[in-house]
């Protein structure tokens, strides 16, 4: 993916709309994790210090477009008012609505983060409350080199994921360049990812230091992985990584799975699992996987033993009583929420021998002291294989490594979920392609 980056072009003078993801964790009008803030400044800092007008957007959460006068159902809320008897669904899409109008703007504004921006970059940033409106326009136009505005949430306008030509036109006319840097929705071709440079509306469109680090460590990996290439994947469900799990044997030496997917693999191999993690569905596809690693010559690990408890705790970090069995030996009246010893031992001596490792999803309830033990183990191993190049796919793995202190250790940590799962599965992501390539 050889793609401009902002080192690739003027903006001196010029005004840049920045795709950001500034989708942080809020309480009580507070941010709580500034990880998100700080990865984007680099490209911030470097274009206000080119002299550029730099015009910065994001989303936050997922609003019902509350700023519009009609109020549209999400796609879970249209599936399920449609799976009503006809004569319900009026009322029910009407009580939809009422919660949705009853959603406060307040608690997805991106107010907070201007307020920290401007904290960080010398008090020259401003806050536009709106995106496509007046007070936009205004302070748009009243922009001066090396000064900054952010615009409010783009997700208070059904154009930004609706791809709406007019609002991508509107976003168009802040700019002489766009610059995306939000890495964790380049997966999505929404108006502000991808649409308002596949409209044609913007000729000049890079991508940001962000995304520039994400396409020459984590992609390059996978494109071009320096052998032995062990991949670890985790996780609740085989359904969320199918096509993850099919490519990465194309390109891995390894393919180590655990976490609670790791037990319809289980299953398909005819061991009792107990009341474990199960996707029957692809019990077929777990097997057909299975026959296609031995077939290429891979080597597919799954876990040889577990750590159970009598039932999932509740809260998730409330003390429980556990024990490890092998993993022929799970009771029917148990469940499986991490792995045991001789599995920790089995990953890690695969992971120690390797030139490249990614890892997407935890071993276990990571979130609970007692059931972490397997995804430190990982963590761990990966921090001690000191000739490789140690990649976390993002989501939970990248929660878990950063809460149990192994971040400074990892080469590169994706800071998107779902996009790095798409490159994993070999997908090409409409908010990179869209952008200029080098040649």
């Known amino acids: 993916m050889n793609k401009k980056s902002v080192t690739d072009v003027d903006v001196k003078g010029k005004r840049v709309l920045v795709r950001c993801d500034f989708n942080v964790p809020m309480k009580d009008g507070k941010i709580t994790d500034e990880n998100r803030i700080m990865g984007a400044l680099p490209t911030i800092k470097y274009l206000m210090e080119q002299g550029a007008k730099v015009v910065l957007c994001s989303h936050m959460g997922k609003p019902h477009n509350i700023f519009d006068e009609k109020v549209k159902l999400n796609k879970k809320e249209k599936k399920a008012v449609e799976a009503l008897p006809e004569g319900e669904r009026a009322a029910a899409t009407e009580e939809y609505i009422a919660k949705a109008k009853k959603n406060d703007p307040v608690k997805l504004t991106l107010k907070p983060v201007a307020d920290r921006l401007n904290q960080l970059l010398g008090n020259k940033v401003t806050f536009a409350a709106d995106v496509v409106g007046p007070d936009a326009?205004?302070?748009?136009?009243?922009?001066?080199?090396?000064?900054?505005?952010?615009?409010?949430?783009?997700?208070?306008?059904?154009?930004?994921?609706?791809?709406?030509?007019?609002?991508?036109?509107?976003?168009?006319?802040?700019?002489?360049?766009?610059?995306?840097?939000?890495?964790?929705?380049?997966?999505?071709?929404?108006?502000?990812?991808?649409?308002?440079?596949?409209?044609?509306?913007?000729?000049?469109?890079?991508?940001?230091?962000?995304?520039?680090?994400?396409?020459?460590?984590?992609?390059?990996?996978?494109?071009?992985?320096?052998?032995?290439?062990?991949?670890?994947?985790?996780?609740?469900?085989?359904?969320?990584?199918?096509?993850?799990?099919?490519?990465?044997?194309?390109?891995?030496?390894?393919?180590?799975?655990?976490?609670?997917?790791?037990?319809?693999?289980?299953?398909?191999?005819?061991?009792?699992?107990?009341?474990?993690?199960?996707?029957?569905?692809?019990?077929?596809?777990?097997?057909?996987?299975?026959?296609?690693?031995?077939?290429?010559?891979?080597?597919?690990?799954?876990?040889?033993?577990?750590?159970?408890?009598?039932?999932?705790?509740?809260?998730?970090?409330?003390?429980?009583?556990?024990?490890?069995?092998?993993?022929?030996?799970?009771?029917?009246?148990?469940?499986?929420?991490d792995i045991g010893e001789a599995t920790m031992k089995l990953f890690a001596d695969a992971i120690k021998g390797a030139k490249t490792v990614v890892w997407n999803g935890p071993m276990g309830v990571f979130e609970n002291p007692i059931l972490a033990k397997g995804t430190i183990a990982v963590a761990q191993a990966m921090a001690d294989a000191k000739d490789a190049t140690t990649i976390i796919g993002g989501g939970d793995s990248a929660a878990a490594v950063q809460q149990l202190g192994f971040a400074d250790k990892m080469t590169h940590i994706s800071t998107g979920g779902g996009a790095s799962l798409e490159l994993m599965e070999g997908k090409v992501l409409p908010g990179i392609a869209c952008l200029n390539d080098k040649d």
Do not use: W
Request: aromatic content about 6%; glycine content about 8%; proline content about 3%.
């Open 137 to 337: 326009e205004a302070k748009v136009a009243a922009l001066k080199a090396g000064e900054c505005v952010l615009l409010e949430n783009l997700r208070f306008y059904a154009g930004e994921e609706g791809k709406d030509l007019e609002f991508c036109k509107k976003l168009a006319s802040y700019c002489d360049v766009y610059v995306n840097d939000a890495f964790g929705t380049a997966h999505r071709s929404h108006a502000s990812t991808a649409a308002i440079v596949e409209y044609g509306l913007v000729k000049t469109a890079v991508c940001g230091f962000l995304i520039q680090k994400e396409l020459e460590v984590m992609a390059d990996s996978l494109d071009h992985p320096v052998h032995p290439f062990v991949a670890v994947l985790g996780g609740a469900k085989v359904a969320d990584k199918l096509n993850v799990i099919s490519n990465l044997l194309n390109k891995c030496d390894t393919l180590i799975i655990g976490g609670g997917m790791a037990y319809t693999f289980i299953k398909a191999q005819g061991y009792e699992i107990g009341k474990s993690l199960v996707d029957d569905e692809k019990i077929g596809y777990c097997k057909e996987m299975m026959e296609k690693a031995k077939a290429m010559g891979k080597k597919l690990l799954l876990p040889v033993d577990a750590v159970i408890a009598s039932d999932f705790p509740n809260p998730i970090d409330a003390p429980i009583e556990v024990k490890t069995v092998d993993i022929d030996k799970i009771p029917a009246d148990m469940e499986a929420l």
